[in-house]
């Protein structure tokens, strides 16, 4: 079944919704007995942001090597923004259904209920199936997606970025992940003490902990917290990754959810916190390069970039989405 479903997707066409169904059901099965940090071993590659841009994805294949002779691991953001987006998430979950050791999948803020319906995948799905039951069968899924990934125990790969809740790795291991991303119910203060002070407790600003893995960002200006202007997660500075990176015995955090121009970018004096990029000519619009970044055996970073598809350019909808960019 597997071969017959990757076969059909690989031609960038849909699954039919009896099959998705199973599909969502067998990947289910997977997920749920993996760890919130998910255990990598090297050699594997590590993606980026993919927004539905499905002939770039086949780009991304091409340029690191197909499953199984390539280990993946993915940032997060699967759906919203391109035109193929229910092929890109089911090819992937086809790929981890039929090689679930060679392909880790973690979550990203996109998915979630309330971002996807509105920035284009619960649109397409609609359009794709006819009815909305395939977009509940994806997101009731996405709840079960990892929250990070640990390669050889020295990277640590993440959607977003870090949370001042979770100094140490061992605390987002005993999340409960299973749901969708709390929102934030911020009580004024632009700094994490200000913030953490109008709290009342400290549990209760430890529910909003996941949605920081999903949203924060580095800035390479500042050294601790400032809460983020998305509305969600915060902005972190040198500080607070070096303090992670020596509390966890890491040498590199690795994560995606901002665009990179260039397609990769090192943060900081200490290069010990990147960005990876993976979806070329963002939006179809933007120009961009995409990346991808290989670890060997060694723990050696190799960067590789590569330009979006032609055939990204043909494919193009009688539709605009809506125009939201993170």
Not at 82 to 98: M, Q, R
Not at 137 to 146: A, G, I, M, S, W
Request: proline letters at 5%.
């Amino acid at each position: 079944m597997e071969d017959k479903w990757l076969s059909k997707l690989k031609e960038v066409k849909c699954l039919p919704e009896g099959d998705l169904n199973q599909l969502c059901q067998k990947a289910k099965e997977i997920f749920i007995e993996e760890s919130n940090v998910q255990y990598v071993n090297a050699p594997v590659i590590i993606c980026g942001d993919i927004h539905g841009q499905i002939y770039d994805l086949l780009e991304l294949f091409k340029k690191g090597g197909e499953i199984p002779n390539s280990r993946y691991v993915f940032l997060g953001d699967y759906v919203d923004r391109g035109y193929n987006s229910v092929e890109v998430i089911e090819l992937l979950l086809a790929l981890k259904i039929k090689y679930p050791g060679h392909i880790t999948l973690l979550r990203g803020n996109h998915e979630s209920r309330k971002i996807c319906y509105s920035y284009g995948f619960f649109e397409e799905v609609v359009k794709k199936y006819g009815n909305p039951n395939p977009w509940h069968y994806f997101t009731d899924l996405f709840d079960y997606f990892p929250l990070a990934a640990l390669i050889e125990g020295k990277i640590f790969c993440v959607h977003g970025g870090l949370s001042p809740f979770y100094p140490v790795i061992d605390l987002i291991r005993l999340t409960p992940r299973k749901m969708e991303p709390p929102e934030y119910t911020r009580l004024g203060g632009d700094s994490f003490d200000q913030y953490y002070h109008g709290c009342g407790s400290a549990s209760s600003c430890k529910e909003e902990a996941m949605t920081d893995l999903l949203w924060s960002d580095p800035d390479d200006d500042l050294e601790n917290w400032v809460i983020s202007m998305r509305g969600a997660g915060w902005i972190f500075g040198w500080k607070v990754v070096d303090t992670f990176n020596h509390i966890n015995g890491l040498e590199l955090v690795s994560r995606a959810h901002q665009l990179v121009m260039e397609g990769f970018k090192y943060h900081f004096e200490k290069k010990n916190l990147c960005t990876v990029w993976s979806a070329p000519n963002y939006c179809y619009r933007c120009g961009n390069k995409a990346s991808i970044l290989k670890i060997d055996q060694n723990l050696s970073r190799n960067i590789e970039y590569f330009d979006f598809s032609e055939k990204s350019l043909e494919n193009q909808p009688s539709k605009t989405l809506v125009p939201y960019f993170l």
